[in-house]
């Protein structure tokens, strides 16, 4: 690397510290047991002393977590829960898992002596004027009242995410709900725990020479059309593609965007250390981007 650009580098990772107002997203795949599907209560424990502490430090902070269908699907003892399954039995799925998965973060949260808001979102909460204000407003106030809203999509009302031939009721998936989170709160940086520690020039788990990109200045074609699934993951829906549309709402909107390893949670604290993990998308603020309208377009 240039010695400008480690320069270039150093500033940017160093000016991770002075964020205010951080989503973090985890998928299904980083809160279980890969053996048996469970929830790792280590990790959901480590996980919340990391929110806390950033709370600590006088930020806001989001949670957007996946888990409600993986969770559910356990809860009922769903034996080689196969991806074909009835559309209705992975909704039924979510809403035992949803509420099952909040429990467990209320709890947790709780021995932090800190307050959790659950807000179920779907397609509509951005492109209705009215929802859009009224999910602004809640968010608002949670935050101010020092409240962490932990957030995900509403499985059992909008089907896009878990059945891709229903397109017109949700957002797709969360590594894209929380790039519309960041842009609804006005988030300055926006967290992606991913099975992988960031993005490569090509799929790292089937070609060795794939080279590490640690920043990304400006999303180009080229950048786009690399987003391939890269995820070697089978629970939660994010491959590169839904991280690389997130990274195109996030840093639009005026917040970086960081891919890391959620393997460790822990790494959350060191990237605000301004340490060089994963992968960092510069902000770019668009004052044209239009939140409603890209949402509208998508998949439509
Ligand atoms: N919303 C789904 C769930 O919580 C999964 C979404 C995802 O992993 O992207 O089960």
Redesign the pocket.
Known sequence: MEKTEEKQQNNLREKLKNKKRIVVKI??SSLQHKETGDLDYIKLEVLARELCNLKNQGKDVILVS?????VGKKAINFKNFADDKPLAVKQAC?AI?QAKLMMMYQKIFAEYNQLTAQILMTKNTIVDAHNRYNAHNTFSELLKLGVIPIV??N?TVATY??NVNDNDTLIG??DTLSAIVASLVGADLLILLSDIDGLYTDDPHTNSNAKFISVVDELNDHLMSMGKSTTGSKV???GMNTKLNAAKIATNSGADMIIANGKDVRILHRIMDGRDYGTIFRAHKDADFNLTSFVEEMDS
Do not use: L, M
Not at 66 to 70: D, N, R, T, V
């Open positions: 998928g299904s996946s888990g409600a269908i993986a979510a898992g995900n999509e499985d995410e878990i998936d969360n939660g829906t994010g």
